[in-house]
């Protein structure tokens, strides 16, 4: 079982950066792919970012592609999504998310979620 807390969230103004960082607790943390996917209010929750078990691979929704790079640090069962030239519609609850798969975009295919992060960008 793995278990995920986001932090690092908060407001920043349009053209700022933020890392978001997602802890995990468990054993299992090696043995998966981790998402990064978001939630805007009134939408439904979108993939963002994802990366391999061995840090890898990568891949990118094509709304955030050369803003936002995902990395992992097994050693510290960490994962992190660095945010940068943000934008208004980023503003989103941003959620890590672990699969044995890695690649996959879809919510349903995910298996452990955290609690989510609040990132409000401004205008």
């Known amino acids: 079982q793995v278990q995920l807390v986001e932090s690092g969230g908060g407001l920043v103004q349009a053209g700022g950066s933020l890392r978001l960082s997602c802890a995990a607790s468990g054993r299992a943390f090696r043995d998966n792919a981790m998402g990064w996917f978001r939630q805007a209010p009134g939408k439904e929750r979108d993939f963002v970012s994802a990366i391999s078990s061995s840090g890898r691979a990568t891949r990118y929704a094509d709304s955030i592609k050369g803003r936002f790079t995902i990395s992992r640090d097994n050693a510290k069962n960490t994962v992190y999504l660095q945010m940068n030239s943000l934008k208004p519609e980023d503003t989103a609850v941003y959620y890590c998310?672990?699969?044995?798969?890695?690649?996959?975009?879809?919510?349903?295919?995910?298996?452990?979620w955290g609690q989510g992060t609040q990132v409000t960008v401004s205008s």
């Open positions: 998310a672990a699969t044995r798969r890695f690649g996959v975009v879809n919510t349903l295919d995910y298996d452990y």
